[in-house]
């Protein structure tokens, strides 16, 4: 099932690298920028010209926006007061009883029993609204469809209840999007279906982004198509607290209900180095015994810092990742052995959720410091995230896929200074033909994962495509060494038979 959102707007630091008609990520020419509102960016004439019935009254908010703002660090409204604004010029643009405007007004709210949580940020956001669309009190918002003050809670309700995150196509987080009918579709920790974004080869771009609701496994006749509304790599107490807050309701999943010796997203490894695990203890109950050999987890004090000192990094960490990723790299990389010395198992939060944040930050610097070490600490980091996935999420989930593609992508880099040493070449990653067959490995299981989870129609989407054009060259390039090393040997042993 596919469906093109009735609005999508991307996130503010991402406004100048991808498409605001069709959130196509900026070629090598560049975006084209609007001159009037010098705020949103287009891949070209055509799809500015597209988004102009959506942008025309966007485009004067923005600037008288900006010109009042007391800062350059808030001269763009957030994407919430963006897509808000959106929904609402565009029901004006469709007519109040258009089908469009119906199908936004038959989303779920929440707003007749709000957390008490959520009282301030959306008094916020409905202060923030009416300024943007330039009313100077809700009583002036008719036009738009809301009578009251209330209307406008009510719709800020459905719009935090129904968003999806709008991503690109290997799910970066690029922006929010609004699409009603797959907005039905209830939540599950353990989701029979994934919503993605795979910019298939055949869409054009008048139909981007277009939202693909994807089943990851055969759903009988009958049975609910179920999607995950959070993360759920998270740990239940993590994901129950943001479906609350967020959603207002407890979820009674399999995955939430069912009783596990060792939940792997909360667990350490034997003290006793035996290869079982042992539950993560917590304030409450910090008694914890390896499954396998009942081993008694003694030095719970430090597992209990480790973990506080963790979360608290990550969420530092993930703040500084844009404006000051020098410093949120070195978070990462002071942190994250002090996870692993308290015995936290790579799929372990916040251990996955670290390693995840520190694996980006370190090809964001590739690029600019390309060495043996920084590639094989990618590499590295990589595959302790991949393997982290493996016990969490079922095969074919899109971000497990991307993982282990990503993973064939770092081992495919070609080597700037293979190591010589044997002692080197005995570690992880391997060195020369071995680690290309890694590569070839990894990214021929990723593109196998990548049809499900973007779809076999997709071709596995984007990435999909990029994984087996990666696949093609490594079977090239392997043939070309194969058929070196077999002529060497053939020429060896004619050599041996003239003598």
């Known amino acids: 099932m596919s469906e093109l959102p009735h609005v999508s707007v991307l996130s503010t630091q991402y406004l100048d690298q991808y498409c605001s008609s069709c959130a196509a990520p900026a070629a090598e020419a560049g ?3 609007c001159p009037r509102c010098k705020t ?5 004439q055509a799809c500015q010209n597209r988004d102009w019935a959506w942008h025309k009254h966007e485009c004067s908010a923005l600037q008288k926006w900006a010109a009042s703002a007391p800062s350059q660090e808030v001269s763009v409204p957030g994407d919430a007061v963006r897509c808000l604004g959106r929904i609402l010029w565009g ?30 940020s959306h008094t916020h956001l409905a202060h923030s609204v009416v300024r943007y669309l330039g009313v100077s009190s809700p ?30 196509a290997s799910l970066t987080p690029v922006g929010i999007c609004i699409a009603p009918t797959v907005a039905f579709a209830n939540h599950s920790c353990d989701p029979n279906a994934v919503i993605v974004f795979p910019r298939a080869s055949g869409t054009p771009a008048n139909k981007e982004p277009l939202l693909n609701l994807v089943a990851l496994r055969d759903i009988a006749a009958g049975k609910e198509v179920r999607i995950a509304y959070i993360d759920t790599t998270l740990p239940k107490r993590l994901r129950q607290k943001e479906l609350k807050e967020t959603y207002n309701f407890t979820c009674q999943c399999k995955l939430c209900t069912r009783v596990l010796p060792v ?3 909360e667990a350490l490894w034997c003290p006793k180095g035996c290869g079982g ?62 996870l692993t010395s308290a015995g936290i198992t790579p799929s372990s939060h916040p251990l996955l959720a670290m390693t995840h944040l520190h694996l980006e930050l370190l090809i964001a610097s590739l690029p600019s410091s390309l060495s043996q070490e920084s590639l094989d600490e990618a590499i590295r980091t990589a595959a302790k995230y991949s393997a982290g996935l493996q016990g969490l999420l079922p ?12 993973l064939g992508k770092l081992l495919a880099v070609d080597e700037p200074a293979p190591p010589t040493d044997q002692d080197q070449i005995a570690k992880f990653p391997p060195s020369g033909p071995p680690r290309l067959k890694l590569a070839y490995e990894s990214l021929v299981r990723a593109h196998e994962e990548l049809l499900i989870g973007f779809g076999k129609a997709n ?41």
Request: hydrophobic share 35%.
């Open 31 to 33: 975006l084209k920028r």
């Open 40 to 44: 949103v960016y287009y891949c070209n």
């Open 91 to 120: 029901s004006q643009k469709e007519g109040l009883d258009s089908n469009w405007a119906k199908e936004i007004r038959m989303m779920q709210s929440n707003g007749s029993s709000l957390q008490p949580s959520s009282f301030e």
């Open 139 to 168: 009583g002036e918002l008719e036009p738009f469809g809301l009578k009251s003050a209330g209307d406008l809670v009510d719709l800020i309700s459905r719009f935090t209840t129904n968003t999806f995150t709008l991503t690109s």
């Open 263 to 265: 939940d792997p997203r």
């Open 277 to 338: 695990t042992c539950p993560l203890p917590t304030e409450e109950d910090n008694l914890s015994r390896c499954i396998k050999c009942k081993a008694v987890v003694a030095n719970v004090d430090a597992v209990l810092d480790a973990v506080r000192v963790g979360q608290e990094a990550l969420d530092k960490a993930s703040r500084l990742q844009f404006t000051d990723p020098a410093k949120a790299k070195q978070l990462t990389t002071n942190i994250i052995p002090i």
């Open 395 to 406: 095969k074919g989930h899109p971000v497990r896929a991307v993982a282990l593609g990503e």
């Open 459 to 499: 071709d596995g989407g984007h990435v999909g495509r990029d994984v087996r054009d990666a696949i093609v060259r490594l079977e090239k390039e392997l043939g070309v060494w194969t058929t070196g090393i077999r002529n060497t040997l053939e020429d060896t042993v004619l050599a041996q038979r003239s003598k």
